[in-house]
């Protein structure tokens, strides 16, 4: 079981986390590439493996907000196709990430942000606007995407490599993605209780003090998403997200 005190959180942590869930009301908002950041600033906080369990109810809220509010632009065939795959990634990830030390996996899990960062730049230099239709290609993207998001919340990465390859429309994107990830985090719940005991009362009761930075993230995000230069906006994301795997693998 991991062992969380929010007695004896630090400011710094606090404040860490605070941002976390800022970062993921931004995220469910719609500013889809920010995710990445949110684990970054968690496991910065925690430590790597006691952070996912925190952050996965915070998903979970988030979600809940996007489903509501992007439920009308959901296409379910893409998650028919997508989702088995992710479950066979998810039962994987629970194998791998159960018996991982904590320096293992936090080593682990900077190399997968460190991975995703270069795919989700590699995919936006693309100039092909073919659309893959092999379902190999949902297979393996599907089963990186459930391993990660089990071991480090990071399947949104390997999400967003998928729906942009479909080029699926804005709209269309954020309401898919909002259905497929409440339904993913809520199945990885029991997962995080139970076997990997990354949740606990005392978590539970730390998320619940994080709520209101969610609700901020996601009034502010609705509104920014609209403003923002697109380009600007991923370059940035990307270069934050590498350095803040690289202070995970060297703190």
């Not at 995710?35 to 430590?47: C, R």
């Not at 907000?65 to 066979?88: D, E, Q």
Request: charged share 15%; aromatic share 14%; proline share 2%.
């Amino acid at each position: 079981m991991i062992f969380f005190d929010a007695a004896t959180i630090s400011i710094t942590a606090w404040a860490l986390a605070f941002t976390a869930a800022l970062v993921i009301g931004f995220s469910k908002a719609g500013i889809k590439g920010i995710a990445i950041v949110n684990v970054t600033l968690m496991a910065l906080a925690f430590e790597a493996k006691e952070s996912t369990g925190i952050v996965v109810p915070l998903l979970v809220f988030g979600d809940i907000f996007a489903v509501i509010y992007y439920n009308r632009h959901t296409k379910w065939s893409y998650i028919f196709r997508f989702l088995p795959w992710i479950l066979v990634g998810i039962l994987i990830g629970v194998l791998i990430g159960n018996d991982l030390d904590e320096a293992t996996f936090k080593i682990g899990m900077a190399i997968i942000i460190l991975v995703s960062v270069v795919m989700m730049y590699w995919w936006d230099r693309r100039k092909s606007k073919a659309v893959p239709t092999h379902w190999l290609f949902a297979g393996i993207v599907g089963t990186i995407a459930g391993i990660t998001t089990m071991i480090g919340n990071l399947g949104g990465a390997f999400s967003n490599i998928y729906f942009l390859a479909m080029r699926v429309p804005k709209n269309e994107f954020i309401g898919t993605a909002a259905w497929l990830f409440l339904i993913v985090n809520i199945l990885k719940l029991p997962l995080h209780i139970f076997v990997w005991e990354t949740i606990t009362l005392d978590t539970f009761l730390f998320d619940l003090k994080l709520i209101p930075g969610i609700i901020l993230g996601i009034f502010v995000g609705i509104r920014v998403v609209k403003l923002i230069k697109e380009d600007f906006y991923r370059k940035m994301i990307l270069v934050l997200t590498a350095l803040g795997a690289l202070l995970i693998l060297f703190r």
